[in-house]
């Protein structure tokens, strides 16, 4: 009995602790001074707090941050900007593809900001009035088992018959490869695009959950190459699996190779306008871009000149697919019924 | 007057938190360019996919509530009414999946099965690959979810035999053996509870989706969460996830329309009396071996995988710098929250005991919907109720937080401290009353401390469910102020896996402690 | 003849001592009346007797066989033959009236013609032939009681022990049911231990008549 007194007393020193602990980690004190910036993440939190951190130790200023994954289809942070429209909380979104930046636009949660740091990235990455801005980009490659003979050259192979039931994507409804699709619909127009997506079904194209997943399953042999985000196969070439990474639809009359850049945005109405400019700016910087590439999720940098790892190639060196990532984004709320129907379980 | 006043304030505490939010986002539902229009709710079914979707879901709940029923009740049983050695360790081992967020138990039993796993030492190559294919898709969510969710029927089970009056057992005991007792007497008699139990683990499981997700296995509630960010609409997306809330509450309130009928459960017991016991003789070595080897295989093996692939021990550093404030943050919270809702439970299961508000069925009820729509709504509802200019103290502070966790888990206060109450006789109170005793000192000096025991469990256990939170929490967490849970969840999108199973125990030994703690204490009264 | 036997008895509950050394024997046939005030060991007693606790010291021995002794329960309950009337009835609150007498029969493997005629004539002797599917919630005390005493009976134990059954009546009630008890003792034969701390039902009751007082003996007698 004396032992359990003692045992409530120490029970209840540690929660009065606690209260006190947790008081002083959590009041929001001096929100609207320029000391602090809110900033919404859809990039992975591995990659992106250490260079919030860094912008934190750089400029005094502190980093207030919600952080979302692409596991979870980045559904916390977009729903809250759209919930909160009528009284932003964040001043800062950082997307890690310009589609759901061009959604912000639209819905009127945007603020334009044209950052000088931007100067030298090229205007395809950056929207036209100054909504968002792209930065450090994943190009959308095909990952490929070293021990299969042929090499895949073009996105087209997915529907070629040579690899018929060779090949697997990711469930099209989802991430960078719903944007990937809508894309292929605003180059190609729709009628080729809806006639590949077909072609894709006959050839028995099989569908995974995520980007990752495709990428483990060409590793793994189960299947010879598919379509992903050129992290994830970095990823696993810096695991020593037995995967190569092949940039799609080169050389002269190629379509090219999607780019998805990460993207910064300024919301409007945001509480802490200065800061939230001068993260901007740090983000768009050459740094950030150098810092991302030779992280592990090797990004390409879109400032000419910034240092790379070698399993990168340089933008320059790239065929880049020619898009307008505004009519992409439209297309993509446009074939939502044909994807879901596509994508539907048999 | 204080009387209505106190009653009154634990409903609309319970309206502006929950009802308020989820019934904004209905509302929104419901239109579709400023008209009145149930085209959203028309439109769900229409593809073949929302059927299969809805079908994947049934039957991963049911087998995982028939998995749990059949295996919980026995294992109840043994711990709860044999001479079994061990049983308060036993228990409290296979209590642990059922106290962190679900989606590490499938982690960790993934880190098992894994080509750098654990196993890898003691199975062969090829057995190792054909479990884990086999973990991928239903198998794999059925066995992590009836890992999480077994503790609940166990410990129900537990709980209910001590609260069967001893003398019926005893008279069935004078003609009949221990296994004819259970099946005819004892079971029967606890029978509603079990019932609650497998219903309370289906609705559970219909509103899991980290679980599936990561096991990449399609069912409704993943759909209605992705919803949310596929088309950015929120009236589509919660009229996706109405069809799974509806199917949870018809459940839950056939079952609180049932466990009325069968009022012999509340019994007093003559006090004093204990129940007896089941000596188990020659089969009790081998039933020991045999709960500990399922204690071993479901619960420590996974967490020993945990444990080895973290075994560096700079990674902990690293796990606690990136982590300890976060840690911090998710006791303070779910104290806040369970400490709340212990008064608040307490309050509402009054009001329902004596029907002291006219709506007090309402706030039964309500209390359960919420428990049974999924988190993302309420989290949604939360923000376009509390996000506006007048209501900042609350949006930007972690009150919001504590609103999601009050609104979530007030059923679970509620009804514990409900079933206490009805072992109170109403004599207490009003002997009281005569004695002049106004209403809030017979509350205080007379039911509390009467229903301690209630109250302490319902602290305790939403306690528990607030600290492993993953959904609520992700979407209303105010900037820079994120629970552990949600930490683990966004740093495992390409974090490094020794890091992330490091969190991961940090996370299990900060649920463990202060559940172990109130264990020893519950045990030793 | 002796039926019951106990020889030494020791019994702790919660480090409390309840019984102390104690040694009793009872007649076969004999109604023997435990009388004691309330919390003086008298149900710890039935307990022991009826096997679902073990003494701490002491043995016990039924027909002169040795069924407990000290920690150790050699006979289970189900083996002894032992029909018990408990102080709150425990009538099985999900069973109908037939029900709670069957399952007796059933547990003891009685063949289903055989459990269907001495189920009826059991409810006949004690009046409730019509009852016979009402659950317990819809009868009324005196009934219950009844239903208490035919299931304790049905299986024709040798030894029945009844905890005060009647503490729960009105007075009325209780004299007449009191009895209908002796009545079908005598009807029946068996040997009864019963147990009370009201005088007058000690009176109309027993033929012996043990007085517990703090876990002792104080005394016991004859009566006529």
């Known amino acids: ?346 | 007057m204080t009387k209505r006043l106190a009653l009154w304030a634990a409903a609309l505490v319970l309206f502006f938190s929950g009802v308020l939010p989820v019934l904004s986002m209905l509302h929104s539902s419901l239109l579709l360019e400023g008209h009145l229009s149930f085209s959203n709710y028309l439109n769900i079914f229409s593809s073949e996919r929302e059927w299969i979707l809805l079908k994947n879901s049934l039957t991963l709940a049911f087998l995982v509530s028939l998995i749990t029923l059949f295996l919980g009740v026995p294992l109840g049983l043994l711990l709860g009414k044999t001479d079994i050695p061990f049983k308060r360790q036993l228990s409290l081992i296979l209590c642990i999946p059922i106290l962190i967020p679900p989606y590490i138990v499938a982690v960790s039993v993934d880190n098992c099965l894994g080509q750098e796993g654990l196993l890898r030492l003691f199975l062969p190559a090829w057995v190792l690959s054909s479990l884990s294919s086999h973990y991928l898709g239903l198998g794999g969510s059925v066995f992590v979810l009836s890992t999480v969710y077994l503790p609940i029927p166990m410990l129900l089970t537990i709980s209910l035999l001590k609260n069967v009056n001893p003398a019926l057992e005893e008279a069935a005991r004078l003609s009949a053996k221990w296994p004819l007792v259970l099946k005819e007497i004892t079971l029967p008699i606890i029978r509603p509870g079990l019932i609650l139990s497998a219903i309370l683990v289906f609705v559970l499981c219909l509103g899991e989706f980290s679980v599936p997700s990561y096991l990449r296995y399609q069912v409704f509630s993943v759909e209605s969460f992705t919803q949310f960010s596929a088309v950015y609409d929120f009236g589509s997306a919660t009229a996706q996830s109405v069809p799974l809330a509806v199917v949870a509450l018809l459940l839950l309130v056939a079952e609180s329309l049932y466990s009325r009928k069968d009022l012999f459960l509340s019994t007093p017991l003559v006090s004093g009396t204990k129940t007896l016991e089941i000596a188990l003789g020659n089969s009790r070595p081998y039933l020991f071996i045999l709960v500990s080897a399922l204690a071993f295989l479901i619960v420590i093996l996974p967490l020993l995988s945990l444990f080895y692939s973290s075994l560096d021990f700079s990674v902990y550093k690293e796990a606690i710098k990136v982590a300890g404030d976060a840690l911090t943050r998710s006791f303070f919270y779910a104290f806040l929250a369970a400490s709340l809702l212990s008064i608040l439970g307490f309050l509402s299961a009054y009001t329902i005991k004596n029907r002291a508000i006219w709506c007090w069925r309402l706030v039964d009820m309500t209390s359960l919907f919420l428990f049974a729509i999924p988190g993302t709504v309420l989290g949604i509802g939360l923000i376009a109720t509390w996000n506006n200019p007048w209501t900042q103290f609350v949006y930007s502070s972690l009150l919001i937080i504590v609103f999601g966790y009050v609104a979530r888990y007030h059923v679970l206060s509620s009804r514990i401290i409900l079933s206490q109450l009805y072992l109170i006789s109403p004599s207490m109170e009003e002997a009281a009353q005569l004695a002049g005793a106004g209403w809030l000192s017979r509350m205080l000096f007379i039911l509390t401390p009467l229903s301690k025991r209630g109250i302490m469990a319902a602290w305790l256990c939403v306690f528990l469910f607030c600290l492993r939170d993953t959904d609520i929490s992700l979407i209303v967490y105010p900037p820079g102020c994120e629970t552990l849970p949600v930490r683990i969840f966004t740093l495992m999108a390409n974090g490094s896996p020794g890091l992330i199973s490091s969190l991961c125990m940090l996370m299990v030994v900060s649920v463990l402690v202060p559940a172990s703690i109130f264990w020893h204490l519950r045990w030793s009264r | 003849m002796v039926e019951v036997k106990l020889q030494s008895i020791t019994k702790h509950l919660e480090g409390r001592l309840v019984l102390k050394d104690i040694d009793l024997e009872i007649v076969k046939g004999a109604r023997l009346v435990l009388l004691g005030p309330s919390g003086c060991g008298k149900t710890t007693l039935l307990r022991l007797i009826a096997g679902f606790i073990a003494p701490d010291e002491g043995e016990i021995f039924i027909s002169g066989k040795m069924v407990s002794r000290a920690g150790e329960i050699v006979v289970p309950p189900e083996e002894r033959g032992i029909g018990f009337v408990f102080q709150d009835l425990a009538l099985w609150p999900h069973m109908s009236v037939y029900k709670n007498l069957e399952f007796v029969l059933k547990a003891q493997r009685v063949p289903k013609t055989k459990r269907i005629e001495r189920i009826k004539k059991m409810l006949d002797m004690v009046g409730l032939q019509d009852l016979s599917s009402r659950m317990p919630a819809q009868l009324s005390g005196g009934q219950r009681q009844r239903v208490a005493l035919a299931r304790a009976l049905v299986s024709r134990p040798s030894l029945v022990l009844m905890d005060e059954p009647l503490s729960s009546l009105d007075w009325d009630l209780r004299a007449h049911l009191a009895k209908r008890i002796c009545k079908l003792q005598e009807e029946i034969e068996f040997t009864m231990v019963y147990v009370t701390h009201d005088r007058d039902e000690t009176k109309q009751l027993a033929t012996q008549v043990v007085v517990i007082r703090n876990g002792t003996i104080k005394g016991d007698g004859e009566q006529s």
């Open chain 1, 1 to 346: 009995m004396l032992a359990s007194k003692y045992v409530r007393i120490a029970l209840g020193a540690l929660f009065f602790a606690l209260f006190s602990a947790g008081l002083i980690s959590c009041t929001n004190k001096g929100h609207d001074s320029e000391k602090t910036v809110v900033v919404y993440v859809s990039e992975d939190q591995v990659f992106s707090e250490p260079i919030l951190k860094d912008f934190e130790k750089q400029t005094g200023i502190r980093v207030k941050a919600v952080y979302d994954t692409e596991e979870a289809k980045s559904t916390g942070v977009m729903n809250r900007l759209i919930a909160e429209k009528n009284n932003p909380q964040a001043d800062v979104y950082w997307a890690n593809e310009p589609i759901r930046a061009q959604v912000l636009k639209e819905k009127g949660i945007a603020a334009p900001y044209v950052s000088k740091n931007a100067e030298t990235i090229s205007d395809v990455f950056k929207d036209k009035e100054g909504y968002w801005t792209g930065f450090s980009a994943r190009a959308r490659v095909l990952i490929m088992n070293k021990e299969v003979d042929s090499e895949p050259k073009s996105i087209f192979d997915l529907a070629s018959p040579e690899w018929k039931g060779r090949a697997v994507i990711a469930n099209p409804l989802f991430g960078t490869t719903t944007s990937h699709v809508a894309a292929l619909f605003t180059v190609l127009g729709d009628e080729r695009a809806l006639a590949f997506m077909e072609s894709l079904t006959e050839n028995k194209v099989a569908i995974s959950t995520s980007n990752g997943e495709s990428a483990d399953l060409v590793a793994s042999g189960r299947y010879a190459f598919s379509l992903v985000d050129s992290d994830d196969a970095v990823n696993r070439i810096r695991q020593g699996r037995p995967v190569k990474m092949v940039y799609p639809d080169q050389g002269e009359r190629g379509i090219g190779c999607f780019i998805v850049p990460n993207v910064v945005v300024l919301i409007k109405g945001a509480r802490h306008p200065e800061a939230a400019r001068r993260l901007i700016d740090y983000l768009l910087s050459p740094q950030v871009e150098r810092k991302l590439a030779f992280a592990d999720c090797a990004q390409i940098p879109l400032h000419k000149g910034v240092e790379i790892p070698p399993e990168l190639k340089p933008l320059d060196k790239i065929n880049v697919m020619k898009v307008d990532y505004e009519k992409v984004a439209k297309k993509m709320l446009e074939i939502q019924p044909f994807l879901r129907k596509w994508a539907g379980l048999k």
